[in-house]
């Protein structure tokens, strides 16, 4: 696509339940990734793939969450046992290479804003 | 560890007028690079600038320039002409240029939200 797409751009769930949150990168870009956002803050990282794989994945909180790319495009967060603290915008990215590659450009989403009631 | 900081939470600039917005970081690294990105209210994440740490001239596109200063790990954006179009949050990022964990990610600061006054 012409941009990294995500979905839902708004999500309000009840504490305790599950949320799937959708990226659709760039197409033929085989670096993912996803970052955080609190209010009022900058974004944080979670999570990146190169290819199908995690290769990074230690800004993940916690087990409650988890992240898919199983045949290297689209990518899913999965928030289990949703907690009123995961409530924040959900920022996705992709790039040509993997972030360590030097000349690399990341082109970002619009985020999935979610809110934990 | 790196860390960003970005000490002005809020600034505002006259229409036309220059502004420039302030970046420190910490790190123990000799090779990195820095960006500025802008997010309007739309949420996208838009990079303005980068700079790589080894090039001692300061990055420049168009009105956006850079006053980057290494020995103080300082790294300033400076928007002339300020333009209406101009407002939105600022963020000062970090990108280790080494091929390990650290060079997967971007460090971000807290952001500062420019007001452009008409």
């Known amino acids: 696509g012409a941009g990294v797409s995500q979905t839902p751009s708004n999500k309000v769930t009840e504490k305790g339940k599950y949320v799937e949150l959708r990226c659709d990168p760039i197409?033929?870009?085989?670096?993912l990734y996803w970052y955080r956002q609190s209010l009022g803050q900058g974004p944080e990282f979670l999570i990146y793939f190169q290819g199908t794989g995690a290769a990074d994945d230690s800004g993940l909180p916690n087990d409650r969450f988890f992240a898919v790319r199983p045949e290297g495009s689209v990518s899913t967060l999965k928030i289990q046992r949703t907690e009123r603290g995961d409530s924040a915008v959900y920022l996705c990215?992709?790039?040509?290479?993997?972030?360590?590659?030097?000349?690399?450009?990341?082109?970002f989403g619009e985020g999935s804003w979610l809110t934990v009631v | 560890a790196q860390t960003v900081t970005q000490s002005q939470p809020e600034m505002s600039v006259q229409e036309a007028e220059t502004v420039t917005l302030s970046c420190t970081y910490d790190t123990s690294e000799s090779d990195y690079y820095l960006f500025w990105y802008k997010q309007p209210p739309s949420r996208q994440m838009i990079l303005v600038i980068r700079?790589?740490?080894?090039?001692?001239q300061n990055a420049t596109e168009n009105r956006f320039s850079v006053n980057f200063q290494k020995a103080a790990k300082s790294f300033s954006l400076k928007i002339s002409d300020s333009q209406l179009g101009d407002a939105a949050m600022y963020f000062c990022a970090y990108r280790s240029a080494f091929r390990n964990n650290a060079g997967n990610m971007l460090t971000f600061g807290g952001g500062t939200r420019l007001m452009v006054k008409p």
């Open positions: 197409s033929g870009h085989t670096a």
């Open positions: 990215a992709s790039s040509l290479r993997g972030q360590g590659a030097s000349g690399n450009t990341i082109y």
């Open positions: 700079q790589e740490a080894y090039k001692q």
